[in-house]
């Protein structure tokens, strides 16, 4: 653990007494908030103006007041790093709940926002990159604004929990017979030597590194098709992917009991990981 966290404006030592939440805190109470998780190389934020984008978008989309510009969160982000004297792989967690009100489900429309930010590391997760994951299929319980990165995560908690407990790395979560995503990251399909993705809209985050890959494939002349995937496809996949932030690009290699390309890692996930290690440091800053 780091010794300095962001608490609202300042950079504080990291210790219980400087960071009380009240517990009229809405994010306390009812989840109302939402958060980001950047990843960090050597110490440099990657692709922060994408996480910033994001962070804006939910906060607009909850009519959250932001409690900070662009330009101001980054600066303390950067401070935060440089506080901590961090120079490695790690990740920043920043959060903003909607503020402190006594407990009603209707929000006071001028309530001042609250944030905070940690750092921590995260060592580069080499065994799943090796080895890859196996996923197991799951009724989507979440509710209808996937799109809104939010504290509520009540449906991935319950669905991961399930998920690891049964042996499995991450739920692949299904609605109405349609593949979305997976419990804390994005799912992807090869099939004929296309790559097959949800499109962005409610029933999926628009991951950052979603948004990443999906360059990338272009860039390697990888053709992609976003549209939606129905379950009984997965059967016949060459290869399924997931990405998130933290894990970059993951091979899956078992969906429920069944193998994908009989539990290898294929070619075009391969080139994919490659190519994404490869692009990191153009956007560090």
Request: aromatic letters at 10%; one cysteine or more.
């Amino acid at each position: 653990m780091t010794d300095y966290m962001l608490w609202k404006n300042e950079i504080v030592e990291r210790k219980p007494e400087n960071a009380m939440v009240s517990f009229e805190d809405r994010g306390y109470q009812f989840g109302d908030g939402v958060y980001e998780v950047i990843r960090i190389y050597d110490g440099k934020l990657h692709v922060l103006d994408w996480h910033l984008d994001r962070l804006f978008y939910s906060m607009e989309q909850l009519a959250i007041r932001a409690p900070f510009s662009r330009s101001e969160i980054k600066q303390l982000l950067k401070q935060l790093i440089e506080k901590n004297k961090f120079t490695i792989d790690g990740k920043i967690y920043l959060q903003v709940t909607r503020g402190i009100q006594p407990r009603d489900h209707v929000y006071m429309e001028d309530l001042d926002a609250l944030f905070y930010a940690t750092v921590d590391r995260f060592d580069q997760p080499v065994e799943m990159w090796d080895k890859g994951v196996k996923v197991m299929l799951q009724e989507d319980i979440r509710w209808l604004r996937c799109d809104i990165k939010s504290l509520n995560l009540l449906g991935n908690v319950i669905a991961r929990t399930k998920a690891q407990r049964s042996g499995y790395h991450e739920p692949l979560f299904h609605r109405e017979g349609i593949v979305r995503e997976c419990g804390a990251s994005n799912f992807y399909m090869i099939k004929d030597g296309v790559i097959h993705t949800h499109p962005t809209n409610h029933y999926i985050l628009g991951g950052i590194t979603r948004k990443k890959v999906l360059l990338f494939a272009k860039e390697l002349e990888i053709p992609v098709k976003e549209r939606e995937i129905k379950v009984e496809e997965l059967q016949d996949a060459d290869e399924c992917f997931l990405t998130a932030t933290p894990l970059e690009v993951v091979p899956i290699i078992q969906i429920d009991k069944n193998p994908v390309n009989n539990n290898e890692i294929g070619d075009i996930t391969k080139r994919l990981q490659q190519y994404y290690r490869k692009r990191i440091y153009d956007y560090l800053e």
